[in-house]
């Protein structure tokens, strides 16, 4: 019996889940993006002998099968719940104890855990792709891979939009989704709050998370989505510059703070989304997932694809694809 096949385009959660679960029920798989390996939003950042996270600071989940997953990872040791000093407020002010329940961290390199999500997925990094087209991803080399029986486009969508100029079906029913992006920066300072994580009230910085696979003192630092609005086109430089005077503010640091690495996130959170957990093109053999369809944050997206690779998976069984 011939072996099913599928092409994804993106290797963040999404893409990774939905992969892992085709490729444990027997599908070959092919999972295509442009990075340099997993990770989307759970990307590592390499510093010196250790490694810190510019993106999604803490998985959580509200209800089963994610819950049930994290579990799993908790077992396995790649996941620790939150614990220690969770602080809000600001330095002029005064700070509160503050609860993060449900809440999890990485204790691996957050893009090894999405790595070991696509199981026996063939992942092509460095591999952006051009369009999409029934059946087929076209990669920007020119190169055309087909004959899938099902093609998933796993990114943003206003990423997406560009890749679907074949599927006027698909592309008409993202029209509505929208994002909002985020800052984010790695910081290296002494003093300040004793907290593994800090709770902003404030416009222009949303949270700190201590990264402890680095070296001391280095902090992972997310802005606002207004922060992140008003300096989207600004330079790297006038950004870092702009967190780290209003981070000295709200933490009363006397000393300067250094920035070691920064990353603008366009598509950090849907505003809107396309509801349902995916949208498919069930002529072309085309179909979208990812928290642009199904919702914010890792679980959504995660779940987007599961069910997704569930449904093809019947689908398959039943003999309708």
């Known amino acids: 019996m011939v072996k099913p096949k599928a092409g994804i385009v993106g290797a963040g959660i999404a893409g990774a889940s939905c992969a892992g679960t085709l490729s444990g029920a027997g599908w070959d798989v092919d999972v295509f993006d442009k990075a340099r390996g997993a990770g989307g939003r759970l990307s590592t950042r390499r510093l010196g002998h250790g490694w810190a996270t510019l993106g999604t600071p803490f998985i ?16 396995k040791g790649w996941l620790e719940a939150v614990r220690g000093d969770v602080l809000q407020g600001r330095a002029t002010v005064s700070w509160a104890q503050a609860q993060m329940q449900n809440h999890y961290r990485p204790t691996i390199e957050p893009s090894q855990l999405v790595r070991r999500l696509l199981g026996e997925a063939s992942l092509h990094a460095h591999s952006p792709v051009a369009a999409l087209k029934p059946r087929t991803i076209v990669l ?29 079906l698909l592309r008409e029913s993202l029209g509505e989704v929208r994002y909002r992006p985020v800052w984010s920066f790695l910081m290296r300072w002494e003093g300040g709050p004793a907290a593994h994580v800090v709770k902003f009230d404030d416009h222009l ?28 086109e600004a330079s790297v430089e006038e950004a870092s510059t702009r967190a780290a005077s209003a981070l000295m503010g709200l933490l009363g640091l006397p000393w300067p703070v250094e920035v070691e690495a920064s990353h603008l996130w366009r598509y950090a959170r849907p505003e809107t989304t396309a509801g349902g957990f995916w949208l498919s093109d069930r ?3 085309v179909a979208l997932i990812g928290d642009g ?29």
């Open 140 to 168: 920007a080399d020119g190169r055309e891979m087909g004959d899938y029986d099902c093609v998933i486009c796993s990114v943003p969508t206003p990423q997406a939009l560009p890749l679907l100029e074949a599927l006027p």
């Open 60 to 75: 959580s989940a509200r209800r089963d099968p994610f819950r049930s997953q994290l579990r799993e990872w908790v077992r």
């Open 293 to 321: 369809i199904a919702g914010v944050g890792v679980e959504r997206a995660w779940e987007s694809g599961l069910r997704l690779a569930q449904a093809l998976i019947q689908a398959r069984e039943a003999g309708t694809i």
């Open 205 to 232: 910085l949303q949270l700190a998370v201590r990264q402890t696979g680095a070296g001391p003192g280095l902090w992972a630092v997310h802005s606002s989505y207004e922060f992140a609005e008003t300096y989207l």
């Open 283 to 285: 002529e072309n053999r």
